[in-house]
């Protein structure tokens, strides 16, 4: 039987006109690996403290995944996830297009969304339409988590992206 990354009606095929300034090879997945251990370093946490993450069964969406550290992971190419051997058993990973909808089977699933640095490789000056489908992962209630530079965090309810505003 295929994972959740294999099979079809999950995998999405990503838009090759959708620029990726970097890499996609094992210096660049050391690079992502790296980044990811320093800002926990640098900030002190992985989700923001004010970010509720005790509760039993918590879900976890972690959008531009790259080389899945995080839980569930979505990113526009599988080029840098590692083999499903060498993942734990709770981590899935799915290739996805950000600018396509989300299967209705991760819409509403998870309590946090993050999204670390994502927003920087948009090229499309309205991120709005690409934020609404990030959010439409989130469950009623819960909150999508970011980080720039720096390692300040960003928090966006589910309720801010009603109509225009966000």
């Known amino acids: 039987m295929a994972s ?5 009606q999950n995998k999405q095929e990503p838009d090759n006109n959708q620029e ?8 660049s ?17 992985l989700i923001h403290p004010s970010i509720p993450t005790h509760q039993p069964n918590l879900r976890i969406a972690d959008v531009g995944t790259e080389t899945g550290v995080q839980v569930d992971g979505f990113d526009i190419s599988a080029a840098q996830f590692p083999a499903a051997g060498f993942r734990p058993h709770n981590v899935h990973l799915y290739t996805h ?5 989300y299967a209705s089977e991760f819409q509403k ?11 920087r490789v948009v090229s499309d000056p ?4 690409l934020l609404r489908k990030l959010l439409s992962l989130l469950m009623d209630g819960t909150v ?11 928090r966006i309810g589910n309720d801010d992206c009603v109509g225009e505003t966000l």
């Open 29 to 45: 997945s050391m690079r992502l690996n790296y980044n990811h251990f320093l800002i926990k370093e640098v900030a002190g946490y």
């Open 109 to 119: 699933r998870y309590d946090i969304v993050h999204a670390r640095f994502w927003i």
């Open 144 to 154: 999508a988590a970011g980080c720039a530079s720096g390692g300040d965090a960003g």
């Open 126 to 129: 309205d991120a709005k339409p």
């Open 97 to 101: 297009n950000g600018f396509q909808d």
């Open 4 to 8: 959740k990354a294999e099979s079809p």
């Open 20 to 27: 990726y300034i970097f890499k996609r090879d094992y210096k």
